[in-house]
């Protein structure tokens, strides 16, 4: 199995910037398509970023199109989402998640393993 652990989050204010970024130990990392998900109060988990295991191929909600960028860096066994122009919408935990030889769908279902979350607040 793999373990992974998010960072980065935090209070920011509206048009400002974050960084997230997601370690994983255990299995090799670049046999897992990686998933950015999040999960604001009151509403249900949903698919932010997704990037296969060669970080060829993405995927982005609608809503953060042109606004966040997914990335791998196989060799550091890390998964990152810079996270630009933050709207106060975008407050939520986020969560890393791991898809055992995924192709990198945006289907929670899929992903077999996740992270504790790191909450990102927007202030506006």
């Known amino acids: 199995q793999v373990q992974l652990v998010e960072s980065g989050g935090g209070l920011v204010q509206a048009g400002d910037s974050l960084r997230l970024s997601c370690a994983a130990s255990g299995r090799t990392f670049s046999n897992y398509a990686m998933g950015w998900f999040r999960q604001a109060p009151g509403k249900e988990r949903e698919c932010v970023a997704v990037?296969?295991?060669?970080?060829?191929?993405?995927y982005y909600t609608d809503s953060v199109k042109g606004r966040f960028t997914v990335s791998r860096d196989n060799a550091k066994n890390t998964v990152y989402l810079q996270m630009n122009s933050l709207k106060p919408e975008d407050t939520a935990v986020y969560y890393c998640?791991?898809?055992?030889?995924?192709?990198?769908?945006?289907?929670?279902?899929?992903?077999?393993?996740w992270g504790q979350g790191t909450q990102v607040t927007v202030s506006s």
């Open positions: 990037i296969n295991r060669r970080g060829s191929s993405t």
């Open positions: 998640a791991a898809d055992y030889y995924g192709v990198g769908i945006p289907h929670s279902g899929d992903y077999e393993y």
